[in-house]
């Protein structure tokens, strides 16, 4: 069994609309609270860290699936984060990706095929596994 560890530090200094910092071998960034939950909005925030995290392994997912089936393909995506505040409790409702595949051969079967690995790259894909059951993620797919 192989086993990879991550580490990263964070440090915040003050109360709710302070800052602090994230540092990780490859990320350095100011985090807080986004201003549309009416903090300060410095640096990123555990939302879009959240929706990066979903964003980036998921397309690289596929990428990887798509060259295993040696299908050439441009992936360019846009991913939207839902978060539901009720009774001022925050809750992490939905990842929508909005996935473009321009495909260097467009065919009937290479179409066919990006599609149905767009949708199980998404099945497999380590961060919508740890998120099932909690967070609903939702795929919407074209080509171009």
């Known amino acids: 069994m192989t086993q990879h560890t991550f580490t990263l530090q964070t440090n915040w200094e003050g109360g709710r609309n302070d800052s602090g910092t994230l540092h990780a071998e490859r990320l350095r960034t100011a985090i807080s609270i986004p201003p549309e939950m009416d903090g300060p909005g410095i640096g990123t925030n555990p939302d879009e860290m959240l929706l990066g ?54 065919t009937e079967q290479n179409e066919r095929i990006a599609k149905r690995l767009a949708h199980k790259a998404e099945e497999t894909c380590m961060i919508s596994k740890a998120v099932k059951g909690n967070v609903d993620i939702k795929l919407l797919l074209s080509f171009r």
């Open 53 to 106: 995290a979903a964003a980036t392994c998921y397309i690289i997912s596929l990428a990887a699936m798509l060259e295993r089936s040696a299908i050439q393909a441009k992936l360019s995506m846009i991913s939207e984060g839902i978060v539901d505040v009720t009774n001022g409790v925050f809750t992490y409702k939905e990842i929508i990706h909005n996935l473009s595949i321009k495909l260097a051969e467009h």
